[in-house]
């Protein structure tokens, strides 16, 4: 069974940072691309970042860039929010595809149960 456990979230100011951590267990994760979304209250679960299993190719959405910094080591997946924003608030998830990186979240099988992130302004 592949787990995956988030954390590194909390309340910060506008223009500060947080680290999201991902852990994965139960599989070799070496041929996962890993993907970070989050959702709103009241909005559709959106993409944020992703990055494929060997680290080379990585994506992320317009609204972070720049800002965000993905990575991935072993079995953790990072989230790295700089200059974070209001809208930045949402629940974050990570996610795993035994496939190539995907921006797109039904592209991926496995889900963390997701960590709240909020940004007072």
């Known amino acids: 069974q592949v787990q995956l456990v988030e954390s590194g979230g909390g309340l910060v100011q506008a223009g500060g940072s947080l680290r999201l951590s991902c852990a994965a267990s139960g599989r070799t994760f070496s041929n996962y691309a890993m993907g970070w979304f989050r959702q709103a209250p009241g909005k559709e679960r959106e993409f944020v970042a992703a990055?494929?299993?060997?680290?080379?190719n990585i994506y992320y959405a317009d609204s972070v860039k720049g800002r965000f910094t993905i990575s991935r080591e072993n079995a953790m997946t990072y989230l790295q929010m700089n200059s974070l924003k209001p809208e930045d608030t949402a629940v974050y998830y990570c996610?795993?595809?035994?496939?190539?990186?995907?921006?797109?979240?039904?592209?991926?099988?496995?889900w963390g149960q997701g960590t709240q992130v909020t940004v007072s302004s």
């Open positions: 996610a795993a595809r035994l496939s190539v990186v995907s921006r797109w979240n039904t592209d991926y099988g496995y």
């Open positions: 990055i494929s299993w060997t680290g080379f």
